[in-house]
């Protein structure tokens, strides 16, 4: 009788943990016609997606054209400014971020006037106990 009850036990953690798994997705950014090369309206885009934590970011460009910067905060962002960013990537042709902290991420190119140009997008980045708590729907 203890087997039966152990088995069900298990059955139903196994269902449990298999309910509350999270896949994260891979968003290529500017998606596979465009990619990061500022010839695209970037914020269009990100409005069209749903990030959730532990989604990334894929950025593949040119090598030498463009960069990736994550800026601190909007006011950063706004101006375009790499001062104290939370990163910034050398000009390699190709980039990968994973959102790891749930909130506002504001990105874009430092590389000649790309940010100027338009080259920046913002989100907000949803935590997965979000999700998991029937928050918001996952997107594929």
Request: some cysteine; proline content about 3%; glycine content about 8%.
């Amino acid at each position: 009788m203890a087997n039966k009850h152990l088995c069900i036990f298990i059955l139903a953690a196994t269902i449990v943990a298999q309910a509350t798994w999270i896949q994260a997705t891979d968003h290529l950014v500017g998606d596979e016609d465009l990619g990061w090369n500022g010839n695209k309206d970037y914020q269009a885009w990100a409005d069209s997606k749903k990030f959730l934590q532990m989604d990334t970011l894929g950025f593949f460009y040119t090598y030498g054209q463009h960069n990736v910067v994550v800026a601190k905060d909007k006011e950063a962002y706004d101006k375009c400014s790499t001062d104290g960013a939370m990163w910034v990537s050398p000009p390699c042709g190709g980039n990968r971020i994973t959102c790891w902290t749930p909130g506002p991420a504001y990105i874009f190119s430092s590389m000649n006037q790309d940010c100027q140009n338009g080259m920046k997008f913002f989100f907000d980045v949803i935590a997965a106990s979000d999700t998991l708590e029937g928050k918001h729907h996952m997107i594929k």
